[in-house]
Antibody, heavy 116, light 110 residues
Framework: QVQLVQSGAEVKKPGASVKVSCKAS????????MHWVRQAPGQGLEWIAI????????NYAQKFRGRVTVTGDTSTSTVYMELSSLTSEDTAVYYC?????????WGRGTLVTVSS | QSALTQPASVSGSPGQSITISCAGT?????????VSWYQQHPGKAPKLMIY???NRPSGVSNRFSGSKSGNTASLTISGLQAEDEADYYC??????????FGGGTKLTVL
């Protein structure tokens, strides 16, 4: 079954970091790019980053550069997104999504709540 | 990179057609035929409806169609049905090799 399974919800304090995982199954992991997208409560979608699991090239949205790190592990078909220096504005559902020019497969999302 | 511009809301009656616009710049929508559209129901992950401006993935109804003129892309839904009520987002590739989404449009089926 082709799917992306994300890690569970997280609650973090301001200033902390969070690392979210996304495990791919049912297809060849290295054949597709993977993106990270977030959605704050009641808000729209916001693109964060893309990684090419084959070769490891990564590109980040300007807004997140210096604060986000995306990595991939081909041995476990898993991609990770770590976001640091969290503030309340980072409270959102974080999605991983497969694809290059478009996103054809999405994870179910990981809720990250930043609260003191 | 600024978000693409979409109307906040559109509405239509069952059976009617509606069109949602997605305005960008020559650095994104206008520069590439890499516009895609997503449908999102409350509490659910987005679903791909249109890719590369006007292509439908397998399983998506042919009531959904896409187009582009200059820096503006459009999604048209014909024969509106109650289940079409959702939020819709456009997305585009950009000259920075990043991606950008529109602000989203809430579709109400009256």
């Amino acid at each position: 079954q082709v799917q992306l399974v994300q890690s569970g919800a997280e609650v973090k304090k301001p200033g902390a970091s969070v690392k979210v995982s996304c495990k791919a199954s049912g297809y060849t992991f290295t054949s597709y790019h993977m993106h990270w997208v977030r959605q704050a409560p009641g808000q729209g979608l916001e693109w964060i980053a893309i990684i090419n699991p084959s070769g490891g090239s990564i590109n980040y949205a300007q807004k997140f550069r210096g604060r986000v790190t995306v990595t991939g592990d081909t041995s476990t078909s898993t991609v990770y997104m770590e976001l640091s220096s969290l503030t309340s504005e980072d409270t959102a559902v974080y999605y991983c999504a497969r694809g290059a020019r478009y996103f054809d497969l999405w994870g179910r999302g990981t809720l990250v709540t930043v609260s003191s | 990179q600024s978000a693409l511009t979409q109307p906040a809301s559109v509405s239509g009656s069952p059976g009617q057609s509606i069109t949602i616009s997605c305005a960008g710049t020559s650095s994104d929508v206008g520069g590439y035929n890499y516009v895609s559209w997503y449908q999102q129901h409350p509490g659910k992950a987005p679903k791909l409806m249109i890719y590369d401006v006007n292509n439908r993935p397998s399983g998506v109804s042919n009531r959904f169609s896409g187009s582009k003129s200059g820096n503006t892309a459009s999604l048209t839904i014909s024969g509106l049905q109650a289940e079409d009520e959702a939020d819709y987002y456009c997305a585009s590739y950009t000259t920075s090799s990043t991606r950008v989404f529109g602000g989203g449009t809430k579709l109400t089926v009256l």
